[in-house]
């Protein structure tokens, strides 16, 4: 089984460059007008542009809004240092969600993308989430 991210933008122009500048990805292929494929995290993510309002299922009451919205289901983005990439991406448009917070694991920076996508920068510490088992024993 292999893993790929979709996001839906409104804009795709807009989201080649929040997360190309906010997140360093770079442009892979260019899939038709609407789809851009981003490259540099472990998966590939593709860039979906569907307007806002447009159905987002089978079910005509479900519809896409670009407001802040919680996805139980999002992307966390591993970088090397907190500090720096939480200012990389805010600089690109995103919003940081209250204070970065330090664990025994790292640091987690919850943040939303210019499309109201959540999504987190974590900076493992140590051997990372392993941490917590070591601590809980």
Not at 36 to 51: D, K, Y
Not at 82 to 103: D, P, W
Request: one cysteine or more; aromatic letters at 8%.
């Amino acid at each position: 089984m292999q893993t790929i991210a979709n996001i839906d933008v409104d804009d795709l122009q807009k989201g080649i460059e929040f997360y190309t500048r906010g997140l360093n990805l770079r442009i892979g292929r260019r899939l038709g007008g609407t789809i851009v494929e981003l490259l540099g995290a472990s998966i590939p993510i593709f860039l979906l542009e569907n307007a806002a309002g447009s159905s987002a299922t089978a079910f005509p009451t479900v519809s896409r809004n670009y407001q802040r919205h919680w996805t139980p289901v999002h992307l966390d983005f591993v970088v090397d240092e907190i500090g720096h990439a939480v200012a990389n991406a805010r600089a690109a448009g995103a919003k940081l969600e209250g204070e970065v917070e330090t664990h025994v694991w790292g640091g987690i920076a919850r943040m939303s993308d210019p499309f109201g996508h959540g999504f987190c920068l974590l900076e493992f510490r140590g051997e990372g989430y392993d941490e917590i088992a070591r601590n809980d024993s």
